[in-house]
């Protein structure tokens, strides 16, 4: 009975014997085919930093391509229509042709020059150099991060084309078509290219203080508040100015306006991450929660202190809530976004309907009091709630709250005092080269019809 069990023990065990055996072989087989591999593999992981995959990302690329045209968007019909609807029927025209033209002199201007005084490569911290005119070494292989650098200069464009358009709503309705096309080609060059270097390049004053503009508080906003208000001082009242009736001649075009603005600003906050990414989807919830605070904001005190809420302010707390939020879109957190706007818009509310009654500046249609105003206090803003303590993405390693304000503040100061200054020199530039104002009879005719010869409604 032990003799079978023998048997079957030992044939179990040389069955045993020979699976090991095949399975050391086998193994022994793919160790040597895996070495082999591993040999043949090596010159080719040697070659590998020279073949690197490409960093161009299409997912990114096309998502600046949409944010591109969102933002052109926004000027051509978005601010166009805004401010048509809040001149005078017989100033419509010339608003919106000098909306168009600044766009197009802009565009040229931009790939002349002006891309290369911003980004040009430069090490100054105040202008990016020649390096970079006529787009010189700039090809379709060129790139910038993750898109085309063709894609990068033409989002860049749409900013260099809207920052001058806001301003002529600081005079509209009293400035020739000459003089205006003349101020901002160069005012983009000694103002807003020099901005956009400092905030943005990463040789840049700002840059290098490590400054938050997400998306153009200083550059934009600020910097064509600014230019409204030097412009409006200088350059004077409106003839009847307090007397006549000035009211919006349409206030559904300067809704349809905002609301475009509404939808384009989109692509100027989520763009600015540069990246179809986190940042951009962080951008994208606050360009939406810091506009709905701003208009819940404005519309609430109108209903405090004149009994009813009005829908030139809706438009009105629109503008100012994406004002507000443009510099901290991709760094606060959605509910403080929220505040930002809100408070912003109470802000900018004080200034359009006490400061300048005070004062008795005519600043047409509110550039400085909304742009100027709601853009500094999203500028400083921006410093306090980017703290991760409220819900922002935080500081820099070793920066407190305190001294991130006080960066603010002083890329504030900078872009006040030298956009001040150099607007009030260029405005007398012009004036001595063109003049700046129409004939008071040309001005009470209409700008429509005394500087391009049509109007806009025929009775």
Avoid at 32 to 52: C, I, L, M, W
Avoid at 191 to 210: E, K, R
Avoid at 268 to 295: E, P, Q
Avoid at 408 to 430: D, H, M, N, P
Wanted: a neutral charge.
């Amino acid at each position: 009975m032990q003799i079978p069990s023998i048997l079957k023990t030992r044939a179990s065990l040389k069955s045993a014997a020979r699976s090991a055996l095949l399975g050391t072989l086998a193994m022994g087989a793919l160790g040597s085919v895996a070495a082999f591999a591993q040999e043949a593999a090596a010159p080719a992981a040697a070659e590998a930093p020279a073949a690197a995959a490409p960093a161009l990302s299409s997912g990114d690329t096309a998502w600046m391509l949409v944010s591109t045209i969102l933002v052109l968007f926004m000027i051509l019909p978005g601010l166009a229509l805004f401010y048509g609807g809040l001149v005078r029927a017989k100033n419509i025209l010339s608003v919106l042709m000098q909306s168009t033209m600044i766009t197009a002199a802009m565009i040229v201007v931009w790939v002349l020059w002006g891309y290369s005084f911003a980004f040009g490569g430069g090490d100054s911290p105040y202008w990016g150099g020649l390096g970079k005119v006529f787009l010189a070494g700039v090809s379709p292989s060129s790139e910038s991060g993750s898109i085309p650098e063709f894609v990068f200069i033409c989002f860049q464009m749409t900013f260099a084309c809207i920052t001058p358009a806001l301003i002529i709503g600081g005079f509209a309705e009293r400035v020739k078509f000459a003089a205006v096309i003349l101020f901002v080609v160069l005012w983009a060059t000694f103002v807003y290219f020099p901005i956009a270097h400092m905030a943005w390049d990463s040789h840049g004053l700002f840059f290098g203080w490590g400054t938050m503009d997400f998306a153009g508080g200083t550059v934009v906003h600020i910097n064509a508040g600014i230019a409204a208000l030097v412009g409006a001082i200088m350059i004077g009242k409106r003839v009847g100015y307090g007397k006549d009736n000035m009211a919006p001649h349409s206030l559904p075009l300067t809704l349809i306006g905002a609301a475009v603005l509404w939808v384009g600003w989109f692509g100027f906050n989520a763009g600015s991450a540069l990246a179809a990414n986190g940042t951009a989807a962080l951008a994208m919830i606050n360009t939406f929660t810091a506009t709905a605070g701003a208009v819940v904001s404005w519309a609430a005190i109108e209903k405090i202190v004149r009994g009813k809420a009005s829908m030139l302010g809706g438009a009105s707390g629109i503008v100012a809530g994406l004002v507000a939020v443009t510099p901290a879109a991709g760094f606060v957190g959605p509910v403080g976004a929220i505040v930002l706007g809100a408070i912003a818009s109470a802000v900018a509310y004080y200034f359009v309907a006490v400061v300048k009654i005070k004062l008795g500046y005519d600043d047409s249609l509110d550039v400085f009091g909304i742009h100027g105003v709601a853009g500094i206090v999203g500028a400083i803003g921006t410093g306090v709630l980017a703290s991760s303590s409220l819900g922002g993405v935080g500081y820099a390693e070793g920066v407190t709250m305190g001294a991130q304000v006080w960066t603010q503040i002083v890329a504030v100061l900078i872009t006040v005092a030298w956009c001040g200054v150099a607007s009030a020199i260029l405005y007398k530039v012009v004036d001595l080269i063109v003049g700046l104002r129409p004939t008071p009879e040309a001005e009470r005719q209409g700008l429509d019809l005394t500087s391009h010869g049509e109007v806009a409604y025929h009775v």
